[in-house]
T-cell receptor, first 110, second 116 residues
Framework: AQSVTQLDSQVPVFEEAPVELRCNYS??????LFWYVQYPNQGLQLLLK??????LVKGINGFEAEFNKSQTSFHLRKPSVHISDTAEYFC????????FGAGTTVTVRA | ETGVTQTPRHLVMGMTNKKSLKCEQH?????MYWYKQSAKKPLELMFV???????ENNSVPSRFSPECPNSSHLFLHLHTLQPEDSALYLC???????????????FGEGSRLTVL
């Protein structure tokens, strides 16, 4: 069975600073990996996904994530955040059905 | 504009009312989902429909009644709800659950439900 653990529930960060959101998963087979973002009062939008190929995946809004099979991780990074990146971020894993982590709330302060 | 549209965006209802949430997808997908998102809790999968057939009911109380008349439309009928049912209800769609599906979901913006 698959599961997802997001290691940080809240991440405060200053504007223009880098941010990393950690995600670990467990699965007995090959998986697909996703990061979704939810801005206040909105639904979830796909930030990026890993299906196969290069382990470094680039997404929208300057985000990227690296798939590390040996560590079963898929951490999300952005080198310089903006106020508008304040949102909740969800890591998800799929063998063919999606399982979500509990989410990480990112608050960007000026 | 999102490929998945939910109406209404906001709904306030009393415990004795009957109301419905509607979801429509324009992506040609064959699987549709209802999720419940409560404050400070993980996303909870409620129902899954694959080619109009319900394939998952995640122990949801009977006061929530889903309906999927075709692959593009999904409803959630609500009656005799409790205050703890207040939440954001998210609809999503995807390629069919079988046959090479990656699991990627496309979400609507949600219906914020308040039960008084």
């Amino acid at each position: 069975a698959q599961s997802v653990t997001q290691l940080d529930s809240q991440v405060p960060v200053f504007e223009e600073a880098p941010v990393e959101l950690r995600c670990n998963y467990s699965s007995s087979v090959s998986v697909y990996l996703f990061w979704y973002v939810q801005y206040p009062n909105q639904g979830l939008q796909l930030l990026l996904k890993y299906l196969s190929g290069s382990t470094l995946v680039k997404g929208i809004n300057g985000f990227e994530a690296e798939f590390n099979k040996s560590q079963t991780s898929f951490h999300l990074r952005k080198p310089s955040v903006h106020i508008s990146d304040t949102a909740e971020y969800f890591c998800a894993v799929s063998e063919n059905k999606l399982s979500f982590g509990a989410g990480t709330t990112v608050t960007v302060r000026a | 504009e999102t490929g998945v549209t939910q109406t209404p965006r906001h709904l306030v209802m009393g415990m004795t009312n009957k109301k419905s949430l509607k979801c429509e997808q324009h992506l040609g997908h064959n699987a549709m989902y209802w999720y419940k998102q409560s404050a400070k809790k993980p996303l909870e999968l409620m129902f899954v429909y694959n080619f109009k057939e319900q394939t998952e009911n995640n122990s949801v109380p009977s006061r929530f009644s889903p309906e999927c008349p075709n692959s593009s439309h999904l409803f959630l009928h609500l009656h005799t709800l409790q205050p703890e049912d207040s939440a954001l209800y998210l609809c999503a769609s995807s390629q069919a659950e079988t046959g090479g599906n990656t699991g990627e979901l496309f979400f609507g913006e949600g219906s914020r439900l308040t039960v008084l």
